[in-house]
């Protein structure tokens, strides 16, 4: 698809944030701070889990979020709670198929957090598996999953359709979304052809059943009953973020056209749609456009989508100003609107859009595009041999119950 409306968007910057933005040094001090009252919301304080009423997923993502501020601003003292966090939930089988991981979305927002650690040589334990294997093993069993039975392929909602749970028979761009981000940073980082073959396969099957259009639109998905022909229109901020980023990084991989038009297509999507005023909007829970409040879940997309833009400025540094003029606006809302008695979501919030605006101003730039690669972070441990475990019970429909 080529969307000249969609280039001709991208190639104007959005200047609607402070004339004289903050210094990257009032930038990192703020992140600081998002970072350490993040943490006061964690039940374990060694542990990266986010309390009730938030759901296990975002549990990954916060956990990727502290990586990232780490990687970042160069402060190392979250490195072995996200360690941590991410060994305690890998489970036995090591591809956190934990209790919680009812959807197939669920259990790749920690591939992709485990990939984070990878792509950064974060180390672990010597008797603990590796995070590149973590993921290689959740992208292993998801293409197990990939489903020919409806609608031509594509991966279902759930990782277990047949057990009837709500969202069951529902193809989900997110689970989609993900499992393509994941193979296109699995296929560049290890130079992966199978990876990055599967990273075509699922966004040609995704545009061809209508979840991106012509326009670069991404929308929510499709109950396979319909045969894929009644695609939910909804737009959410992370649904195109996660094809963003995705399609970022095939660009840099490939050297194809095709992906660096779709990349600044996607741009331009996340632009017309979710930049408000200055700032990142979920257009459909905040704002006047809102039909109505943003639910748990919902809370947390403009954070995810945030970390996106800022990892996608560094693998196509032809869309750094387009990028860097959004997340400035971003970051200086996130920033004046920032208060220590925020909920975690909030805080992770402000954390992933703080984060992104000093990475794009290149303090920290990784060397090899990947999110926030910081060579410092490489070398010996010791002292995360004995893991923490996490204080849960299991509960209905993914939450987490925090024993006392």
């Known amino acids: 698809m080529r969307c000249s409306a969609c280039i001709a968007v991208i190639s104007t910057a959005y200047t609607a944030y402070a004339q004289t933005p903050l210094s990257t040094e009032t930038l990192v001090q703020k992140a600081a701070q998002i970072a350490h009252q993040l943490r006061t919301t964690f039940p374990d304080s060694n542990l990266a889990l986010v309390p009730q009423p938030f759901w296990w997923w975002q549990s990954g993502i916060v956990t990727n979020a502290l990586l990232t501020y780490g990687f970042v601003t160069h402060d190392t003292q979250y490195l072995e709670l996200t360690k941590n966090t991410l060994l305690s939930q890998a489970t036995p089988a090591n591809d956190f198929m934990t209790g919680f991981a009812s959807g197939n979305d669920d259990q790749a927002w920690w591939a992709l957090s485990a990939l984070t ?21 959740v992208f292993n069993e998801q293409k197990a999953r990939w489903d020919t039975a409806t609608c031509g392929g594509g991966m279902q909602f759930k990782v277990n359709p047949a057990l009837g749970e709500r969202g069951a028979g529902y193809k989900s761009t997110i689970a989609n979304g993900l499992f393509f981000q994941l193979a296109a940073r699995l296929g560049k980082f290890t130079g992966d052809a199978e990876a990055l073959a599967w990273a075509e396969k699922s966004y040609d099957w995704v545009t061809s059943v209508g979840f991106i259009d012509g326009e670069f639109n991404v929308h929510d998905g499709v109950d396979d009953g319909t045969a894929c022909k009644e695609v939910n229109q909804d737009m959410w901020s992370y649904n195109v973020g996660a094809f963003l980023y995705g399609a970022a990084v095939m660009s840099q991989q490939s050297g194809e056209a095709k992906w660096r038009e779709r990349t600044q297509g996607l741009l331009g999507a996340t632009k017309r749609n979710f930049v408000r ?15 109505q409040p943003c639910s748990l879940d919902q809370v947390s997309f403009k954070g995810i989508l945030a970390r996106w833009l800022g990892a996608t400025a560094v693998v196509m ?14 970051a200086e809302v996130a920033q004046s609107r920032w208060t220590v008695g925020m909920t975690a979501m909030e805080h992770y919030v402000a954390l992933e859009t703080v984060n992104a605006a000093v990475k794009v101003r290149g303090d920290a730039a990784p060397a090899d595009g990947m999110i926030g690669a910081d060579s410092s972070f490489s070398g010996p441990d010791s002292a995360s041999r004995n893991l923490a475990k996490a204080p849960v019970k299991r509960s209905v429909a993914g939450r987490v119950v925090w024993e006392q």
Do not use: M, Y
């Open 117 to 137: 650690g990878a792509e950064n040589n974060v180390p672990e334990p010597a008797d603990a598996p590796t995070f590149l294997s973590l993921a290689q093993n």
């Open 277 to 291: 005023d200055g700032e990142l909007r979920e257009t459909l829970c905040e704002g006047p456009e809102a039909r």
């Open 317 to 330: 540094p032809e869309l750094k100003d387009d990028i860097a003029a959004v997340l400035e606006g971003a």
